[in-house]
């Protein structure tokens, strides 16, 4: 059964990724922040059936503390079938641009942090020349926005660096997928929605995301309709688009 | 679209606020931080029971949905310990494959587990195992401002027997442990008759009933004079060979809310009158699946938009065995003649074993449920309704009720003045005002 190392392991995206996988009886290897949530986490996924839950507490903007996580996750896996990236916060865009302090914290967070982590995992699958590197980035990374640039932009670094790394493993079997869901139902989007935005239900977001990656596919949209949506939105003109209140 | 939550009837048209809890570990504070904000607020699970049983006087719901992880199972002894935002379909979603099945499921998959506690649910198989809140073995209750109470039969038993089928009113159920039964296959030996009136119904029944785990019998309410009460019979058990599979997915989606209701006499009457020709007048057995035969609607996504923008009411009452027959022919005679009512008429033996909760809804009898478009007529017809259930002794499903009179809901339901001492302050619900004063 496929070992699947998960970081971020308490978002509702990831949990409801994990739930699909735990129904095939996987292997999962937890990481978060927060012990008594990956706990929970951890007796949900082995009543659903997964084979084994082992747990680390981490918070993913000290990169200090990963390579004892990598250690520890291979210590208890050997190989590294699946490592999913999703940890992150919905930054206020508001306040980061009254903050630099804040600004700096969102793009740690979602994605400086991200891309050591990837550096790091990297390294590994090198080794392994195979498995699966998925990492979480959004739409808001196609285009930058002003309703939510901070956020958009540290997801930008994420697609990029994302693109290094398939070029760098094409001739390999390691498979380098970046994820961009559209707004989805989840504790972090309440805000969205209670001003009304449709969300995608995260069940069915994370249906699209355990395909995509069971798949190695290099760019998962979830739901898919946003690969379209973001196409256009990607090739509106500026003098259309400045005009856009998005 | 909105951020608004309604009940599964859309009536009445209350939209609540809903207040997102997702962690065991923050039920308490979010609790108490919704409860000091609002007055009052009521847990709001999956939103399926259909009047205003499930919303919040205050219109703010402590919305528990997300709370619906797994803490513990043994498939040994059959027994799950989760969350109570986890629906019944997500528990037999991993039981199925392992062997074990729900003791008693309602007509849908996708309540939650704390509202099947709540309304003390009950299924086919009433006479067989009485209702839900049967087979809950213990459960947590929060209440406002203090530290989780474990309930049981035999621990805090007062409030165990007050919140199955306490409407939610005596605290925020922060878990449930039930108990399941063990199946050999996830198929159905089902047997379907088409009877010719009401009273080929009391003989099916006196016949079928105590040979079978499953019960159920769907009735054309368009049908007079010597065809009333006409309809189909259900019966059915468990099979003992074939596959232990779980397969539900939502084929069909409503995906919008028509400006009118599509039930309607004419369609109705057509519908009504293919689906009783359809099936044989001798027994036909057959084997389907446990989905079909549980959740026919199920496979609809948001069935309730057909009745368009102004929603609809179910009306489900039981009737006690001794006037049952007389009473039962009464109700549909006025539904006939009123030319209301909806292609889903359920008509259903309620056995004697005694529910723990305090007001549960069975009582050993005929239970009647039936849909009606939401309109202006339809407080008429109910009120004519009413007033044969409340002669024969009868009473009102409050899970499904958005109408009944206060004075028929305390005398039917004469418990009611101790949960009413046992309530959490901090909650109320629509319902619960409307009937208590």
């Known amino acids: 059964m496929k070992k699947i190392l998960i970081i971020g392991a308490t978002s509702a995206i990831t949990l409801a990724c994990a739930r699909l996988w735990a129904k095939q009886g996987c292997e999962f290897f937890l990481v978060a922040r927060n012990d008594e949530k990956l706990a929970q986490v951890a007796s949900d996924l082995l009543s659903r059936g997964a084979n084994s839950v082992t747990t680390h507490i981490m918070d993913s903007t000290d990169f200090t503390k990963f390579p004892l996580m990598l250690n520890q996750c291979l210590r208890a896996f050997h190989q590294i079938d699946i490592a999913l990236i999703g940890h992150g916060t919905l930054s206020d865009q508001v306040a980061c641009e009254q903050s630099v302090d804040l600004t700096y914290q969102e793009i740690l967070c979602n994605g400086t942090s991200v891309v050591a982590l990837m550096t790091l995992l990297a390294n590994q699958f090198s080794i392994q020349k195979c498995g699966c590197l998925a990492v979480i980035s959004s739409v808001a990374g196609d285009r930058g926005r002003k309703s939510n640039y901070v956020y958009g932009s540290a997801k930008g670094l994420v697609g990029i660096f994302t693109q290094g790394l398939q070029h760098r493993f094409a001739k390999t079997r390691v498979k380098i997928v970046l994820i961009k869901p559209g707004p989805t139902d989840t504790p972090m989007t309440s805000q969205l929605k209670s001003k009304g935005m449709k969300l995608a239900g995260v069940d069915t977001v994370a249906q699209v995301i355990v395909e995509g990656v069971n798949k190695g596919k290099p760019v998962i949209y979830a739901p898919g309709k946003w690969a379209f949506i973001m196409l256009i939105i990607r090739f509106i003109p500026n003098f259309i688009f400045n005009k856009l209140d998005i | ?437």
């Not at chain 2, 074990?100 to 499921?105: D, G, I, K, Q």
Request: proline fraction near 5%.
């Open chain 2, 1 to 437: 679209m909105s951020n608004y939550l309604y009940s599964w009837g859309r009536y009445p048209r209350r939209p609540q606020t809903p207040h997102l809890c997702s962690w065991r570990d923050e039920l308490s504070n979010q609790f108490d931080r919704v409860a000091s904000i609002s007055g009052t607020t009521l847990a709001y699970g999956n939103g399926r029971s259909y009047g205003d049983s499930c919303l919040a006087l205050s219109s703010q719901v402590f919305h528990l949905k997300a709370l619906n992880k797994f803490i513990h199972v043994d498939w040994q002894l059959g027994i799950v310990i989760a969350e109570p935002g986890l629906t019944l379909g997500e528990i037999l979603e991993v039981s199925i494959p392992r062997g074990w099945f729900l003791a008693v499921t309602p007509g849908t998959q996708f309540v939650s587990l704390g509202g099947a506690v709540a309304n003390d649910v009950h299924g086919k198989n009433h006479h067989r195992r009485g209702t839900f809140g049967k087979h809950v073995s213990r459960f947590g209750l929060l209440r406002h401002g203090q530290d989780e109470i474990v309930c049981s039969a035999s621990e805090n038993a007062e409030l165990y027997s007050a919140t199955i089928g306490g409407l939610g009113l005596t605290g925020i159920i922060s878990w449930v442990e039930i108990k399941l039964v063990p199946v050999r296959t996830s198929l159905i030996d089902s047997t379907s008759v088409r009877f010719g009136n009401l009273s080929e119904f009391f003989q099916l029944s006196d016949e079928l009933d105590s040979l079978h785990e499953y019960s159920v019998a769907w009735i054309d309410c368009l049908a007079k004079s010597n065809q009333l009460g006409r309809g189909v019979y259900f019966v059915g058990n468990h099979a003992d060979y074939g596959a232990l599979d779980f397969d539900i997915k939502p084929k069909l989606n409503v995906p919008f809310i028509p400006p009118i209701s599509l039930i309607n006499n004419l369609s109705l009457k057509l519908f009504n009158e293919a689906y009783w020709r359809a099936h044989s007048r001798q027994k036909t057995h057959s084997q389907v699946g446990y989905d079909p035969f549980f959740y026919p609607l199920d496979r609809i996504s948001n069935w309730n938009r057909i009745y368009g923008k102004p929603g609809f009411q179910q009306y489900q009452c039981v009737i006690p065995t001794k006037s049952a027959e007389i009473a039962v022919r009464s109700l549909l005679q006025a539904i006939a003649i009123a030319g209301a009512g909806s292609f889903l008429v359920v008509l259903k033996r309620c056995g004697d074993i005694i529910s723990p909760g305090l007001l549960s809804f069975p009582i050993p009898g005929i239970s009647l449920a039936l849909d009606f478009p939401q309109n202006l007529k339809l407080s008429e017809l109910f009120t004519k309704l009413d007033a044969i259930v409340s002669e024969a002794g009868g009473r009102l499903y409050p899970a499904k009720d958005a109408h009944m009179s206060g004075s028929d809901f305390r005398k039917a339901y004469p418990n009611w003045e101790t949960l009413e001492l046992l309530r959490d302050p901090s909650l109320m619900s629509l319902f619960w005002k409307r009937v208590t004063s």
